[in-house]
């Protein structure tokens, strides 16, 4: 329950288009976000197969992504979501901003940490991909259609492919 009135609250600040209360349950955020929150939980406890099932239900519904090994911090807003893919090792901090087309992907198939970890308030832009065991430092900005493929600091905006800085903000220098 805590998690919905969350969400309601999230999705009110971040989306002038929800008239309701009772429309989160229409959201493809909130939706892949729930059946992830269960597919963690049976991830945890070692029910992988149980754990794919429900997050492949949820990817079929709501065409976001969210592999149960994932680590998710409190306030994941998926705008639209469409396309969205949150890799196995990928950690996700607070307050973070994900909208449609993302992947926050592999570049290899070891058995070690692959997918990036993004830190608290981030914001990813349309069809950004996030590539690696890299890290994506706090208040950073990822330009649509960006391809990420190193580390970026902390309080900078990088764009283009391969993304390069664009603006590091007054904080980081």
């Known amino acids: 329950m805590k998690f919905?009135?969350?969400?309601?609250?999230?999705i009110k600040e971040k989306d002038p288009a929800l008239k309701s209360k009772w429309e989160i349950f229409l959201y493809p955020s909130f939706l892949a976000q729930l059946y992830?929150?269960?597919?963690?939980?049976?991830?945890?406890?070692?029910?992988?197969?149980?754990?794919?099932?429900?997050?492949?239900?949820a990817k079929r519904k709501?065409?976001?992504?969210?592999?149960p090994g994932a680590k998710?911090?409190?306030n994941l807003f998926i705008d639209?979501?469409?396309?969205v893919v949150i890799g196995e090792t990928t950690i996700i901090g607070d307050n973070v901003e994900i909208y449609h087309g993302v992947t926050l992907g592999g570049t290899n198939s070891t058995n070690k940490k692959r997918h990036p970890t993004?830190?608290?308030n981030v914001l990813i832009g349309a069809h950004a991909q996030v590539l690696g065991?890299?890290?994506?430092?706090e208040n950073a900005k990822i330009g649509a259609g960006a391809v990420v493929l190193n580390?970026?600091?902390?309080?900078?905006?990088?764009?283009?492919i391969p993304a390069k800085v664009k603006k590091v903000s007054k904080n980081n220098q």
């Open 4 to 10: 919905i009135k969350e969400q309601i609250k999230l």
């Open 36 to 57: 992830y929150k269960i597919a963690h939980f049976l991830y945890l406890h070692q029910r992988f197969f149980l754990a794919r099932l429900i997050s492949e239900k």
């Open 62 to 67: 709501t065409g976001i992504e969210i592999h």
């Open 72 to 74: 998710i911090g409190k």
């Open 80 to 83: 639209h979501g469409a396309g």
């Open 118 to 120: 993004i830190k608290n």
């Open 133 to 137: 065991n890299i890290i994506i430092g």
């Open 151 to 160: 580390n970026v600091k902390a309080n900078t905006t990088v764009v283009g």
